[in-house]
């Protein structure tokens, strides 16, 4: 999260103007016949664009919470921010600082021995001039390094000990830091750390050797259930259920009948009819015999 502060990759990405710089300071030492020896002017160059930067670094370190002629207030600062300014004014910050210079005063000098190669296309009219104007691009190029270069090394800071890092105190941030230009109140946008969810705490997933385990453990339950099924004996039938089962009519036995070469087949069942209740009587009675007088 501390890592995400628009300002840090600011200044980290102002690197990339390097080359800009230093093609401007060559145009600037290229212009006319040097007035005084190489080697001074070398000297000079050097005192006038390193040495304040590494002074700078060392003793009051330029505030990075700001961009070009604009700097935030000191109250304006996040906890993250502030914490960043302690680490910034740690010893780190001086170290490194002596250590970038000594690349960039090489620099200065590839610049002074190749700048015959541009006097023909260099438009700054005079030396003097020249010399001014590379003091200067020479200068800026050595604050884009060295803040860039104290940038790097704060967010290459392990998480626990940035967190361990006190909050620098809002009342010195001024007059204990270099602040380039007027304070506003806000200048980029703010990253605020996002709220993490509640999860609940998830069970561990069994490794293969755990579930090996738990099933060699569960071997001997198994093996007991087992014997304990084979030595009990079955439970006896309960007695109400065996009369309700004995209740129950034998089904009708089919008369069969023996063909003539003896297979027996079965007679079709005689089905009686009854007529329905109440219908007895009133079917037709049988007709009685008409008796005849013989001497009719």
């Not at 890592?3 to 200044?11: S, T």
């Not at 600082?97 to 015959?116: K, N, R, T």
């Amino acid at each position: 999260m501390f890592r995400r502060d628009p300002y840090l990759w600011l200044h980290l990405t102002s690197l990339a103007t390097l080359p800009l710089w230093l093609w401007v300071a060559w145009l600037g030492v290229a212009a006319g016949q040097p007035i005084l020896p190489v080697t001074v002017e070398i000297f000079l160059l050097v005192t006038v664009a390193v040495v304040p930067w590494v002074w700078l670094q060392w003793t009051r370190p330029v505030n990075p919470f700001g961009v070009w002629l604009l700097v935030l207030l000191p109250n304006q600062l996040t906890p993250v921010q502030r914490q960043w300014l302690t680490r910034l004014k740690g010893k780190t910050t001086g170290i490194l600082a002596v250590i970038i210079a000594l690349p960039m005063v090489w620099l200065v000098g590839q610049i002074y021995g190749f700048a015959p190669l541009a006097q023909a296309v260099t438009p700054v009219p005079n030396h003097v001039l020249g010399f001014g104007l590379g003091a200067i691009a020479l200068f800026c190029a050595n604050g884009m390094v060295q803040v860039s270069g104290s940038m790097g090394a704060l967010l290459l800071t392990g998480e626990a000990k940035f967190t361990a890092t006190a909050d620098y105190p809002v009342a010195q941030i001024r007059q204990d830091f270099l602040n380039i230009g007027l304070p506003v109140q806000r200048l980029l946008p703010t990253i605020t750390p996002e709220a993490v969810p509640d999860i609940p705490p998830s069970k561990p997933s069994q490794t293969a050797e755990e579930t090996v385990d738990d099933e060699i453990a569960a071997i001997p339950n198994s093996i007991e259930s087992a014997a304990v099924a084979l030595i009990e004996p079955d439970p006896l039938p309960d007695p109400e259920a065996v009369e309700a089962v004995e209740a129950i009519p034998a089904p009708l036995e089919i008369e069969s009948a023996t063909d003539e070469q003896g297979t027996e087949t079965p007679e079709p069942a005689t089905v009686e009819v009854l007529p329905p209740e109440g219908e007895e009587n009133a079917a037709d009675p049988e007709e009685e015999p008409v008796k005849t007088n013989p001497d009719h």
